[in-house]
């Protein structure tokens, strides 16, 4: 087996940090991009032990900062000559919380942690991705995107820089839901964009999953009841940081691009039908991709504003 480098942001918890270990114990350089070194010590710890080649790194980063994301590209390219996988795992989703937060740059939280720093990081790392033989990204959406079934649910791309945010109902459920949905838009229009430089570009479709105590923490009290409740019916970090791997390293997924991969490692299909019985089978089943996630109009939106907010913002 030919050593990877693999980059996992917010690997110091759930799946981000299984994958981290799941990486490492199988001989992988991994760099754990997490928000705190302090806090990340005892998953770094863990991840390092597993590793039988000791080629773990624990590197700060805070993917809602784009003066962050500068500095850990720079710092990583430094260290490291090339990079064959990227994991986009971090995410927010302090579900229940109603006030309306701006990330450093001034863009709302859930867009700049999601949406706009994955889209960053890419940007900045594509050149020593192109570099390695095989490079893949992985971007960890949600099935939360179901919601877009309803024909009526669009990104609400008006209230991103905090245009309405003392006026409008905020929910960082449903912004959770827009941003991990643009996040999807954009992957399907970067792997057609990278297709030349030979990147891979995929998202997973997470089911719900065990969530750590630490980020039960940061709900309201309802969602961390539901959450709870959740618990008993919902897969363990360990079961999709195997998603992570196989998708990241697997002949299988060698020549995939722009696809959303399912839970069973099964790329999943545009939804067909608009309504009746046919429609709500395909949402039932959660293997449909809503057909929003394809419309060419929003996707453009979001790519622009992207590169306005990401790489032309200081
Ligand atoms: N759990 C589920 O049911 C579920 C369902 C669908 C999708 N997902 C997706 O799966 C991925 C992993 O989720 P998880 O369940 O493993 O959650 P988790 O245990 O809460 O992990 C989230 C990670 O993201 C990090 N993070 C948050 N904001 C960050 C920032 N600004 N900069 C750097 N790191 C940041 C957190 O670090 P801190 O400790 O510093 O906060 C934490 O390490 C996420 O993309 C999530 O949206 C999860």
Redesign the pocket.
Known sequence: MIPKTVII?????????AAAIKFASAGHKVVM????IE??QEAFNEAFNSSPVKTVELMQ?????FD?IRKFCSEFKTRHKKLNVLI??????EHGKKLYQLSPDGIELTFA??TF?PFLMIELLKDVLALSGDPRILN?????IMHFFDPKRKIELDNLRGEYKDTRKYSVYKM?GDS?MALLMLTFKMAEEYKSLGIKVNAII???????I??MR?MSLSYRIIAMIKQPF?LM?ER?ADCYYHICTSDEFVNITGQAINKHNHVMPAAQHDKGLAKTKELLSFNYIPKYAYDKEATEKIWDMAVIFSLNIR
């Open positions: 942001t917010g690997a110091n918890t759930g799946i981000g940090k991009a997490c928000r705190s806090r990340s980063l805070d993917v809602s900062s962050s986009n795992n971090a995410a927010f989703f942690t999601n720093g960890a959406c949600t099935e939360n959770y991990k997470i089911p719900g999953v065990k969530i750590a630490e980020t940061k919902s970090p999709l």
